[in-house]
């Protein structure tokens, strides 16, 4: 009985799990130029149907972390703090070389699972 208490009290894995979504601003960016890197933090809960999963944007206060991969390898940090808007995260960034890029946030890697319509992890061409 307690068992069958404890499994109606705890959401199942799918609900109320913190999922990031990244984009770019502009989305094409130029060599050079500076570009916005935008994080919307989401919980996912579970449907009225019990199907999975309802994002809903998330105000939280979390240590986002956000990286961009230049083509040849290197690893940049890209700062990002909340704005005005309490469920968008933004930071600048210059991408310096041309190419294809791939910004992340790696605590949701190594697999940066799009599920839910999550993208903790894009890919960015830069002309």
Known sequence: M???LGALALPSSAAAALEVR?????AAPKTGARAV???RPYWTYLRPDGSCCKL???DVNYPFKVEARSPTGRVLRVT???TKNRYLWAGSFVFRRSGRW???APQWGPRYSTHYGARPRIRVSVS
């Open 2 to 4: 307690a068992t069958a």
């Open 22 to 26: 990244l984009t770019i601003v502009p």
């Open 37 to 39: 890197v935008q994080l």
């Open 56 to 58: 809903v944007a998330a």
């Open 80 to 82: 990002v703090r909340r």
């Open 102 to 104: 791939t910004v992340r």
